[in-house]
């Protein structure tokens, strides 16, 4: 039989995250995953800024970017005493999504613009695709676009497409 077991280290860690949690997950927003009621944009982007100014919002991004440095051990321990918490997780758009395409291939310009935002929960971004006999499922999309020399043709129709960002008085 074989036993995995955390470092003093980590079983440490394991116990300021349990302390960060219990000290500063609101009640209300523990409350409603617990119950499984939906949360309210507002209480995702209180419980980001919590994270924010913990350090704790991006514990997968990259350290020269705002994340954690965390081990996988350590992002473990943080996913399992969230989840045990009741905290909930991020909204995955902007962090998830939107900011590893960013610092991975974006410019200076663009990871100084839009990463600080994003960590903070200062912006949101949303994404949608919608086409006839297709709606949000990106496999049964017919559009293409060919180049065509500096310009690309579209061929197909789009009820929609978006991938945008928001100010925190404009909700997805």
Avoid at 127 to 154: C, H, M, W
Wanted: proline fraction near 5%.
């Amino acid at each position: 039989m074989m036993h995995a077991g955390f470092s003093d280290e980590d079983v440490a860690f394991r116990s300021e995250v349990r302390a960060f949690l219990e000290a500063e997950l609101p009640a209300d927003i523990r409350r409603k995953v617990r119950d499984g009621t939906m949360l309210t944009r507002d209480d995702y982007v209180r419980w980001q800024k919590i994270l924010y100014r913990q350090g704790w919002a991006a514990a997968n991004w990259p350290v020269e970017y705002g994340g954690t440095g965390w081990s996988p051990t350590r992002r473990y321990i943080w996913a399992n005493e969230r989840a045990l918490a009741g905290a909930p997780r991020l909204i995955p758009f902007g962090m998830n999504m939107v900011a590893p395409v960013i610092y991975t291939f974006g410019s200076d310009e663009q990871k100084a613009r839009f990463l600080p935002d994003i960590l903070a929960s200062n912006a949101w971004w949303c994404q949608g695709f919608s086409e006839p006999n297709a709606g949000s499922d990106l496999a049964s999309l017919k559009t293409t676009a060919v180049r065509d020399g500096d310009d690309y043709i579209v061929n197909g129709t789009k009820t929609w497409t978006t991938l945008g960002q928001f100010a925190d008085s404009v909700s997805c």
